[in-house]
């Protein structure tokens, strides 16, 4: 089998998902080993032993400057283990750091994996996920970067030592990019869209009210998402937009609301387990590829299946 | 600011000749190639054409000696991509067009577009769409800046560029921050489409592109080998593509009061509540 390195810009005591899916995937290689490019507290040192990684790496570092030291972090991790196979989260940041070092290290990147296997073939969807691809590294070390909701998260048996090394970095004079302002954006107390279990997603049919299918994502504990229509016209924030030119998911349900489904929100969402879609409009093409459609108004039918999921909750 | 004295900006912007996304696509099963008859200039490469001409024009305009070179690579049918870009604003075409280059991966296309870039000399800014429509990677120009030295500026919602200080400040997301960040040039700068609205070629635009000169180029012309691109240059392998199999649609039902109900219903039965 062959070594594994994942590689974490942060983790809490309290990982992601994506970040939990990514520790499983690890777990099955030989030597599994995490770099973070922060400070790890005690807790999420023993959050790694439960998914069985052997060693950390560590560095913190606050230069204001923009990747440079999570790139010497991953870099020196590479370098210390010697891993075969190097594993990101599928965001842009980590995609363009494990982009990055392919290049410097002559290794191979692939991005959007939703598996690898044990001889380092990974799977990945293509062209919107109307076509699954096999694809290996033909030089080096593989970069994978791995999309959320595609493995189950499942910590080992028993606890493993954990061992932890403190890197040391090269001081580095390469302060190309610096970071002038950096605001806080308004957190959300939903999941993140891209590893949501179920999302919510609405289009031009809400008319500028989000509030129905904010309702009913909350009632099933869902993220909100929307068409490109929606997040165009002001009524909800760029982040939720779902489709070719926002995030891609892939839930165990999603629920589309007054969304027709032109190919490029389809292509946003189609590998979704299940899919429902409620539209005013009987020839919406996003009935062709619902599980379950209903035909009528979003105003009417989502706050009446919110009412009755807390219903059934209570 | 000053206009009359702004240094002539030389800006190479990339664009990519695409399978038009609103037809279907396909991967051949012999090659486990992208078939790309259909093809149209990558609709996220046209707000990269409209950030470095926008650029041009708050700093004099053409007339104060800036280009904007409009660059693609890839067999004979790309060159459609660049004619797009020329419509919109670019001054001038460079297309690396050499049958060698197919199957190109990220590492591979990112060595071409880098010597490419490199051949044009002394670029001060390269600028890209956010992602291609067809591979969807989002990771060559994180690549090109790396192979350049250039600052990576990427992701931009937003950009502002500062002529007498030669530097960009972009707006990008990063984790639960959106942050400015500033870099002096050269710099490789992608734009998401949040950065602007590309405008519409009028027909004087379009009569005006056809006098615009593009240059063709081979490999050897910018000094790389064959097998420097293509499957012998990539570091990656496809083995196999398959078609998923075509969605269903399932049941639709019409709203006579209680769907909602039997919305719950489906989810129970899925045991998805």
């Known amino acids: 089998m062959p070594s594994a390195l994942v590689f974490f810009t942060e983790l809490s005591a309290a990982p992601s998902k994506g970040q939990r899916e990514l520790l499983t995937l690890v777990s099955g290689f030989e030597n599994p080993a995490v770099a973070v490019a922060n400070q790890v507290s005690d807790e999420a040192q023993q959050v790694l032993a439960s998914y069985g990684v052997v060693k950390l790496f560590t560095a913190s570092g606050d230069a204001p400057v923009f990747g440079q030291h999570e790139i010497s972090v991953l870099d020196a991790a590479v370098q210390a283990t010697a891993a075969e196979l190097v594993l990101l989260a599928n965001d842009n940041f980590s995609r363009e750091l494990g982009a990055r070092l392919a290049v410097r290290r002559n290794g191979a990147i692939i991005t959007d994996v939703i598996g690898i296997s044990g001889d380092l073939v990974a799977t990945k969807d293509e062209l919107a996920g109307s076509y699954s691809v096999q694809a290996r590294a033909t030089n080096g070390t593989l970069f994978a970067t791995l999309k959320p909701n595609s493995i189950v998260d499942a910590p080992a048996a028993s606890n493993t030592a954990l061992a932890v090394e403190e890197l040391a970095l ?49 009632a099933l504990g869902a993220a909100v998402g929307a068409s490109r229509a929606a997040t165009d016209a002001g009524w909800i924030s760029h982040d939720a937009q779902i489709g070719q030119t926002g995030a891609t998911v892939a839930p165990q349900l999603y629920i589309s609301a007054g969304i027709s489904g032109a190919i490029q929100q389809k292509a946003g969402m189609q590998t979704s387990k ?20 209903i035909v009528g108004d979003l105003a009417k039918v989502l706050p009446q299946a919110a009412e009755e999921i807390r219903r059934r909750k209570a | 600011m000053s206009e009359e004295s702004t240094t002539p900006l030389k800006i190479v912007v990339l664009v990519k000749h695409v399978p038009d ?51 693609t690579m890839g067999g004979k049918g790309s060159g459609n991509s660049v004619k797009k870009a020329l419509q919109m604003g670019a001054s001038s075409g460079l297309h690396l067009n050499d049958d060698a280059l197919a199957g190109s991966d990220t590492i591979a296309t990112s060595k071409a577009l880098a010597a490419l870039v490199e051949h044009a000399g002394n670029v001060d800014l390269v600028i890209t769409g956010m992602s ?120 639709v039902i019409n709203d006579s009061g209680q769907a909602g109900i039997a919305l719950v219903d489906f989810l129970a039965e899925q045991k998805l509540i």
């Open chain 1, 170 to 218: 090269e001081n580095s004079n390469d302060a190309k990019v610096r970071i002038a302002a950096a605001e806080a954006k308004v957190a959300s107390d939903r999941p993140a869209l891209t590893e949501a279990r179920v999302v919510v997603a609405g289009g031009r049919g809400v008319n500028g009210d989000f509030g129905p299918v904010e309702d009913l994502a909350d």
């Open chain 1, 274 to 293: 299940f899919i429902i879609a409620i539209n005013k409009d009987v020839d919406a093409p996003v009935f062709e590829i619902a599980d379950l459609g």
């Open chain 2, 21 to 71: 996304v609103q037809f279907d696509r396909h991967i051949d099963s012999g090659t486990l190639r992208l078939d790309r008859a259909e093809s149209v200039l990558s609709e996220l490469d046209e707000y990269a054409v409209e950030a470095a001409v926008s650029i041009v024009e708050a700093n004099g305009g053409f007339a104060a000696g800036h280009e904007v070179i409009a660059a």
């Open chain 2, 132 to 251: 291609s429509t067809d591979a969807e990677t989002s990771v060559v120009p994180a690549q090109l800046a790396e192979r350049l030295g250039f600052a990576q500026l990427t992701h931009a919602l937003a950009v502002e560029f500062d002529a007498a200080q030669r530097e960009l400040a972009i707006k990008r997301d990063h984790l639960d921050r959106t942050l400015t960040l500033k870099a002096n040039l050269p710099a490789v700068l992608s734009v998401t489409d949040q950065a602007n609205e590309p405008r519409y070629p009028n027909f004087k635009a379009i009569m005006a592109a056809k006098k615009k000169t593009v240059t063709e180029l081979d490999l050897a012309a910018i000094g790389l080998d064959a097998a420097a691109v293509g499957a012998l240059g990539s570091n990656t392998e496809v083995i196999a593509a398959e078609a998923r199999p075509a969605r269903e649609a399932g049941t």
